[in-house]
């Protein structure tokens, strides 16, 4: 089993910079692949970066790349997510997920955090 819990989120202006943080327990988090990914209002939940267990392979969605950057550190068993440059289009929940493998799909993750709020205000 891996429980995660994210924070970080808030009420920034647009082109303001935001740190999430995705901490995970369980013996096997450090070896599991871990997605970010966002859900608007009315909206699919959608991917928005990864990150393989030994963070050597990262991968964005387009309408993040250059933006973000995913990252981890296995000793504290935290994944990061660093914004910038955020967009009133950036506003969604957050949410970390942890699988085996890792991909852009959903159902490729097997455990889920509650997720934060993020809201980029123009």
């Known amino acids: 089993q891996v429980q995660l819990v994210e924070s970080g989120g808030g009420l920034v202006q647009t082109g303001d910079s935001l740190q999430l943080s995705c901490e995970g327990s369980?013996?096997?988090?450090?070896?599991?692949?871990v997605g970010w990914f966002r859900q608007a209002p009315s909206k699919e939940r959608e991917f928005v970066a990864g990150i393989g267990w030994s963070a050597g392979g990262t991968y964005y969605a387009d309408s993040v790349k250059g933006r973000f950057t995913i990252s981890r550190d296995n000793a504290k068993n935290t994944v990061y997510l660093q914004m910038k440059s955020l967009k009133p289009e950036d506003t969604a929940v957050y949410y970390c997920?942890?699988?085996?493998?890792?991909?852009?799909?959903?159902?490729?993750?097997?455990?889920w955090g509650r997720g934060t709020q993020v809201t980029v205000s123009s």
């Open positions: 997920a942890a699988g085996e493998r890792g991909s852009y799909y959903l159902n490729s993750y097997d455990y």
């Open positions: 369980g013996r096997t988090f450090s070896i599991s692949a």
